[in-house]
């Protein structure tokens, strides 16, 4: 499985732009980068994913580099709502279904 | 629409004992994931199911461990003879698509072996 490194928690200001890195040196072309969160006593929900060009939803907007070596989530609002683990996590488009390997995320803390 | 629904939210049990956890995936969605998360641990994958059939058992730790999905949609996790170290949030998870394979988790069922 394809690795990932996130920070282990980062800290933001309710309303401030959250910009979440994580690093995939090892991404092969076929892998899609996904990410999810896990709100507090919460499931996982999807946020966003892409495979090379920038990708902006309503949730959330994925940076990803030109080497696609690493990648950002940007929350472009945080509110208190987003107080979350988020996980970033390598998906290889040939495979079809296959499980999440979810790494140790990073936990956001917002402050009010 | 509805989401996945997993029952019970809740189960306490005795050491030794077998416990049937519930999933309910969205209807129409081909894949079925099971996950559970430890006290403080990340999502550790156990088992999928496409359509009724079990590609990759791969995480399921022990023989105690059994799933099984009827009707390409309800699925029952089983573990029989609990112990302590079974006490985890189990998760389940499904999708429609096979390409992009976006993964909608339910609530989780907390169990507790005591």
């Known amino acids: 499985d394809a690795k990932t490194t996130q920070p282990n928690s980062m800290e933001s200001n309710e309303e401030e732009p959250v910009h979440l890195p994580c690093n995939h040196s090892t991404i092969s072309g076929t892998d899609y980068i996904h990410w999810y969160r896990q709100l507090p006593s919460q499931g996982p929900e999807y946020v966003i994913h892409?495979?090379?060009s920038n990708v902006n939803n309503r949730m959330a907007s994925l940076a990803i580099a030109e080497d696609r070596k690493s990648s950002t989530l940007i929350l472009h609002r945080a509110t208190l709502r987003d107080a979350a683990v988020y996980y970033c996590i390598l998906r290889d488009l040939r495979v079809g279904f296959q499980k999440l390997v979810f790494g140790t995320g990073t936990r956001l803390l917002v402050s009010p | 629409g509805a989401g996945v629904s997993q029952s019970p939210s809740n189960k306490v049990t005795e050491k030794g004992k077998d416990v049937e956890l519930r999933c309910d995936p969205i209807?129409?969605?081909?894949?079925l994931y099971w996950y559970r998360q430890s006290l403080g641990q990340g999502l550790e994958f156990l088992i999928y199911f496409q359509g009724n059939s079990a590609p990759d058992k791969s995480g399921l730790p022990s023989d105690r461990f059994s799933a099984e999905r009827t009707g390409g949609s309800v699925s029952t996790l089983t573990i029989q003879r609990t112990q302590q170290e079974d006490s985890a949030v189990y998760l389940c998870?499904?999708?429609?698509?096979?390409?992009?394979?976006?993964?909608?988790f339910g609530p989780g069922t907390r169990l507790t072996v005591l």
């Open positions: 998870a499904s999708t429609r698509d096979r390409f992009t394979d976006t993964q909608y």
């Open positions: 892409g495979l090379t």
């Open positions: 209807s129409g969605h081909t894949a």
